[in-house]
Nanobody
Framework: VQPVESGGGSVQAGGSLRLSCTAS????????MGWFRQAPGKEREGVAA????????YYADSVKGRFTISQDNAKNTLYLQMNSLKPEDTAMYYC??????????????????WGQGTQVTVSS
């Protein structure tokens, strides 16, 4: 079953949104999970990741201090709290099993089971 993302919307710069992702196929098996985003004409980039054991988190430099990733293991749900949003945060956001390599959040090799994503639009 593909991950299901929700919670996106349109906000003004400085606003906040909280994204949710249900991905029981992966969270129940203790995969490290991450949030990714893709803006029009750009490659998909890793935004944040969380290790379910211990809760260690990783963030892209562009969102550090503004975004917070968390996971509710009982609900098999992943969250991304986004504060102080900027127009450059505008993108489709996805969740997927992740790894951290070279300081970057990356999707695990061979993963193709992307969900529909949730659109975040930030106006200036």
């Amino acid at each position: 079953v593909q991950p299901v993302e929700s919670g996106g919307g349109s906000v003004q710069a400085g606003g906040s949104l909280r994204l949710s992702c249900t991905a029981s196929k992966y969270t129940a098996d203790s995969y490290r999970m991450g949030w990714f985003r893709q803006a029009p004409g750009k490659e998909r980039e890793g935004v944040a990741a969380i290790y379910p054991i211990g809760g260690t988190t990783y963030y892209a430099d562009s969102v550090k201090g503004r975004f917070t990733i968390s996971q509710d293991n009982a609900k098999n749900t992943l969250y991304l709290q986004m504060n102080s949003l900027k127009p450059e945060d505008t993108a489709m956001y996805y969740c997927a099993p992740a790894r951290v390599s070279g300081g970057l959040v990356r999707v695990i090799p061979g993963f193709t089971d992307w969900g529909q994503g949730t659109q975040v639009t930030v106006s200036s």
